[in-house]
């Protein structure tokens, strides 16, 4: 999808988001937040990001991308992600979808190292006996789950036989 092709809903909801946390609203900082909304479970690299934002904004650079990504980043608008895999990426925060309370968590697979997203809110349990129990308030949580894709194991079945 072309970023020319988004919604025009979508881009009054990043300006208002923008508006909402105090930051001046400009062409860079809606098309990094089309990007990620319109890549879900990409976990996008500022260099992949810069890539796409570049095809709309040729005349954008790098370090407005990553001081763009950086700022939203500490306002929670994007999330910052470590997948171990040596980069740091970004997808779009919990705050910029108000209908998704919590994070996804990741899959990661240690043969190909496709990365999966899944939501499920299982350690709310957990979140709630933590605070009954020790008093410690759990305001947001990150899993990463490490293994082999059904992808890997069949291929990994297929040239055991």
Same mark, same amino acid.
């Given at each position: ?20 946390? @105090? $930051? ?5 900082? !809606?098309?990094? &937040?089309?990007? =990620? *909304? ?5 976990? %996008? ?15 954008? @650079? $790098? ?5 763009? !990504?950086?700022? &939203?980043?500490? =306002? *929670? ?5 470590? %997948? ?23 899959? !990661? ?12 809110? %299982? ?39």
């Amino acid at each position: 999808m072309k970023m020319g092709e988004i919604m025009p809903n979508n881009h009054k909801q990043f300006k208002d988001l923008l508006r909402t946390n @105090g $930051l001046k609203v400009t062409n860079q900082r !809606i098309a990094i &937040l089309e990007v =990620l *909304n319109n890549r879900p479970g990409e976990h %996008l690299t500022a260099e992949e990001i810069y890539d796409h934002v570049r095809m709309e904004y040729p005349d954008i @650079g $790098l370090a407005t991308v990553y001081r763009t !990504i950086q700022l &939203l980043s500490e =306002l *929670n608008l994007i999330d910052k992600l470590n %997948l171990d895999d040596g980069y740091v990426r970004y997808e779009i925060g919990v705050k910029s979808q108000e209908d998704n309370c919590h994070h996804h968590h990741h899959l !990661i697979c240690l043969d190909c190292g496709n990365i999966y997203a899944f939501q499920d809110d %299982l350690l709310e349990n957990l979140e709630e006996r933590i605070n009954e129990t020790l008093g410690f308030e759990v305001v947001d949580h990150e899993v990463k789950l490490y293994g082999h894709c059904k992808v890997c194991i069949a291929q990994e079945e297929m040239k055991s036989n």
